[in-house]
């Protein structure tokens, strides 16, 4: 059972919300941004290129205009591969953990683990960064041996930054989850 | 307001009458125009520096001081009353979005 909505990330490019409830106990919630646009990625090529071109008229070095396809190229090829987010993804199975997945626009993924024993909450903090104050999605990890403080926070959707509204679908959706291990029989 | 005038007076008396008054060991003029071009530019550069400085004491995302702090840890819960108005006190963040969020319209 899957559905897809559209919303807004923070600085207002459209991203869409898909989530999927593989069983009463496992959901996954992907947050997909827009991809490479043709229009930006021709404007940047053109402008390394032009900027180039003018070295080569100053300095009469063709050099100048090999080094500026090289540049070219190996930079769309680091920034497909280390930072151009496609898709970032949170699956939610009960009582085993949360993983978080993102995956890059030229294929790569790389995921997080963290297993329940260690996940307090899922909350929607609200903190400063670069000013401007953002909501954002953040699981609470807690000590094992305290288990009334808050170790360490991990935010989520931090490349798609999505809107208050894309937040609170995905809080209501992890929390019904989450709320299943307070009543489940605690087994340790 | 003393320090005032007698700045005014070594910047705008030429040399050859302070010599003739006696005074002759006193600072280069250079000087009386340098030190407020230095204090100004400080001033400026202090705008930027303090900018820079709240930039970098900011948080991160991903650290608890955005959650909880040292006074809210250690807070001790003050015995519920009957009919009085609760105490004041840090609520943990995952009451407050309950509170907030979960509601249905």
Known sequence: MAEER????????????RR????????????RGPRLQLRSLSAATSAVWLAAYGLFALS?????????????LIGLI???????????????????????????????ESTVFIEMGQVKDVVINEAIHMQKVIYYLCILLQDPEDPQGVSEVVPLFQSS???????????????????????????? | FYCAVLYLIWAYIPETWLFSL?????PQKYWAVALPVYLL????????????????????LN???????????????KKFQEEAIPALRDIPISEVNRMFFLPEK
């Open chain 1, 6 to 17: 559209r919303f807004r990330s923070a600085s207002g490019v459209p991203i869409t919300l």
């Open chain 1, 20 to 31: 999927r409830q593989h069983s009463a106990s496992c959901r996954e919630l992907a947050v």
């Open chain 1, 60 to 72: 009469e070095n063709s050099m100048v205009l090999s080094a500026a396809i090289f540049i070219t």
């Open chain 1, 78 to 108: 680091i920034y497909l591969h280390f930072v151009k987010i496609d898709q970032e993804s949170l699956l939610v199975i009960g009582s085993l953990g949360i993983q978080v997945t993102s995956s890059y626009a030229s294929g790569k």
């Open chain 1, 161 to 188: 930054k999505p809107r208050l509204d894309c937040l609170i679908e995905v809080y209501k959706s992890c929390q019904e989850i989450l709320e299943q291990r307070k009543t489940a029989p605690q087994s340790n």
């Open chain 2, 22 to 26: 006696g005074l002759t060991y006193w």
């Open chain 2, 41 to 60: 530019v400080a001033v400026g550069i202090g705008y930027i520096l303090l900018f820079g400085i709240n930039m970098m004491s900011t948080a991160p």
């Open chain 2, 63 to 77: 650290s608890t001081h955005t959650v909880t702090d040292n006074f809210a840890k250690k807070q001790r819960q």
